[in-house]
Nanobody, 120 residues
Framework: QVQLVESGGGSVQAGGSLRLSCAVSGRSFSSLVMGWFRQAPGKERDLIAGISSSGSSTYYTDSVKGRFTISRDNAESTVYLQMNSLKPEDTAVYYC?????????????WGQGTQVTVSS
């Protein structure tokens, strides 16, 4: 049974930074492609970043490119999302996910998510 546990969310002012973590158990993490999604109130859950199993390839949606960095530590079975220059429109619940490729598709395993709130 795959378990995903996100953490690191919080409330920050615009321009601030947060680092999200996602601890993965139940699978061989080093073989997994991982991604970060976010879901704002009333909106769909969207892929914002993906990373290959080795960490050598990454993907970012245009709205976060240059501000967010996805990374992983295979020894710790953890994927990270460093978020800089945060904007109010980044406010959402953030989820990590197992992926079939760095741009998708995703497998339907979800953690509880972590709330990020950015105030102006």
């Amino acid at each position: 049974q795959v378990q995903l546990v996100e953490s690191g969310g919080g409330s920050v002012q615009a321009g601030g930074s947060l680092r999200l973590s996602c601890a993965v158990s139940g699978r061989s993490f080093s073989s997994l492609v991982m991604g970060w999604f976010r879901q704002a109130p009333g909106k769909e859950r969207d892929l914002i970043a993906g990373i290959s199993s080795s960490g050598s390839s990454t993907y970012y949606t245009d709205s976060v490119k240059g501000r967010f960095t996805i990374s992983r530590d295979n020894a710790e079975s953890t994927v990270y999302l460093q978020m800089n220059s945060l904007k109010p429109e980044d406010t959402a619940v953030y989820y990590c996910a197992l992926m079939g490729g760095i741009r998708g598709p995703f497998y339907n395993y979800w953690g509880q998510g972590t709330q990020v709130t950015v105030s102006s």
